[in-house]
């Protein structure tokens, strides 16, 4: 019986759930433990006490996990901390890590489900611009020497990944995943516990509130370390990342990283706001019970109006030369993908070849819109109404033209 039959079986045993549900601890100090003996040794972990007790705690008490949900949370949080000490251990084996240089790298971001997957994916395809993948985000220790797609790790992120798809099968249709994908930047802030990632998957409004009143240079402090692991395994001309959380951060992103560029992608957000609040829905749905959409709707509103506003305001303040950032429009990228590409060559005087161009085409040629299926959501679902959107983000759309 494989392990999903196991999961479901147990969600069906009547009053023995509750007996199963206790039996799945979120208590701090018991998955440090199991940790370290996991990783084979210890490790300073004080930086990250404050915020993963904040974390657990939003877990136990709003949340509201299923059986299922308590599993994967408890399982996600075992391995981030596990790979934290591993990562530390390799470092102390291998001290030339840490002397790895991240030059100039290109954050793609901007409101959610304004293209950043799609341009960043189209990236992607030039073999001087590394990206993080998905299976080495989820087990990025070892660093490894060996070609990407021999390794074993490949192969339990795809386990991980099909095992999510039963879950959840219509999550395809919102946003491709996949082992060899190139993944954003959340599951690897995720490692610091100092993230948006958690708030995507759960419920976690206390940590949430919390979170967006930290300074987030730890955050970007563990991202850069990060990349100096994979890089050492597997290095580019450059790294290429990706994700619309940066948008509440870029004061940090660019203390941490002061020569990157920065991509911030536009769209209407109107049609934003309903579909990012569709895939909060969706995944919250997949390990919590009773997901009320009108919360998340209203929820994911405010935030990314205040995310943008956020972004605009340190641009503003001069976090970074005028020059570090370039403006692209979702209508743009969809019309014509390649001609944003070639602009983004352009604006941060990257060399372009024939060859990167035919990688480009092919790309899209394979991975059509709606590939997967039509993600179909719509506001009133989410108790959203389009004149109180447009009115959220006015100032936005005013200065942007959408």
């Known amino acids: 019986m494989n392990r999903l039959s196991m999961l479901a079986r147990a969600l069906n045993t009547g009053g023995r759930v509750a007996e199963r549900m206790s039996s799945v601890r979120l208590d701090p100090d018991g998955i440090l433990a199991e940790a370290r003996q996991r990783a084979g040794h210890d490790g300073g972990t004080h930086a990250i006490e404050e915020p993963l007790g904040r974390l657990l705690e939003s877990y136990e008490r709003e949340s509201n996990l299923t059986f299922v949900g308590r599993?994967?949370?408890?399982?996600?949080?075992?391995?981030?901390?596990?790979?934290?000490?591993?990562?530390?251990?390799?470092?102390?084996?291998?001290?030339?890590?840490?002397?790895?240089?991240?030059?100039?790298?290109?954050?793609?971001?901007?409101?959610?489900?304004?293209?950043?997957?799609?341009?960043?994916?189209?990236?992607?395809?030039?073999?001087?611009?590394?990206?993080?993948?998905?299976?080495?985000?989820?087990?990025?220790?070892?660093?490894?020497?060996?070609?990407?797609?021999?390794?074993p790790r490949v192969r339990m992120a795809e386990r991980q990944i099909r095992w999510f798809?039963?879950?959840?099968?219509?999550?395809?249709?919102?946003?491709?995943?996949?082992?060899?994908?190139?993944?954003?930047?959340?599951?690897?802030?995720?490692?610091?516990?100092?993230?948006?990632?958690?708030n995507t998957a759960h419920f976690v409004p206390s940590y949430q509130t919390w979170l967006e009143l930290q300074d987030l240079r730890p955050s970007y402090e563990t991202h850069r370390r990060f990349l100096q692991h994979l890089q050492w395994g597997s290095a580019g001309?450059?790294?290429?990342?990706?994700?619309?959380?940066?948008?509440?951060?870029?004061?940090?992103?660019?203390?941490?990283?002061?020569?990157?560029?920065?991509?911030l992608m536009h769209r209407d957000p109107v049609e934003v706001v309903a579909s990012v609040a569709s895939l909060h829905a969706s995944l919250r749905s997949t390990f919590s019970a009773n997901v009320d959409s009108k919360l998340v709707g209203a929820e994911q509103a405010a935030r990314w109006a205040d995310g943008i506003d956020r972004a605009l305001a340190a641009r503003d303040r001069g976090c970074a030369p005028p020059d570090r950032?370039?403006?692209?429009?979702?209508?743009?990228?969809?019309?014509?993908?390649?001609?944003?590409?070639?602009?983004?060559?352009?604006?941060?005087?990257?060399?372009?070849?024939v060859t990167v161009e035919a990688r480009w085409r092919r790309f899209l040629n394979d991975n059509p819109q709606n590939k997967h299926g039509r993600h179909r959501y719509d506001l009133g679902s989410f108790g959203l109404r389009a004149e109180e959107e447009r009115e959220r983000f006015r100032t936005y759309r005013e200065r942007f033209d959408l």
């Open 71 to 151: 599993i994967a949370a408890r399982r996600d949080t075992l391995r981030l901390l596990e790979y934290n000490l591993r990562m530390a251990a390799d470092r102390r084996r291998h001290p030339e890590i840490a002397a790895q240089e991240v030059r100039r790298p290109i954050f793609v971001t901007g409101l959610p489900r304004t293209g950043t997957t799609l341009l960043h994916g189209l990236l992607a395809q030039d073999p001087a611009n590394r990206v993080p993948h998905t299976w080495e985000c989820m087990f990025p220790s070892p660093p490894t020497r060996r070609r990407r797609a021999e390794d």
């Open 165 to 198: 798809h039963r879950l959840n099968p219509e999550f395809r249709s919102i946003h491709p995943t996949g082992a060899r994908l190139p993944e954003e930047c959340l599951i690897i802030t995720s490692h610091s516990f100092l993230s948006f990632q958690f």
């Open 237 to 263: 001309e450059r790294w290429v990342l990706k994700a619309p959380a940066h948008v509440f951060g870029l004061d940090a992103l660019f203390d941490v990283y002061p020569d990157a560029g920065v991509i």
């Open 325 to 353: 950032f370039l403006d692209v429009h979702y209508t743009d990228l969809i019309r014509d993908p390649t001609a944003v590409a070639r602009q983004v060559y352009e604006h941060f005087g990257i060399p372009l070849t």
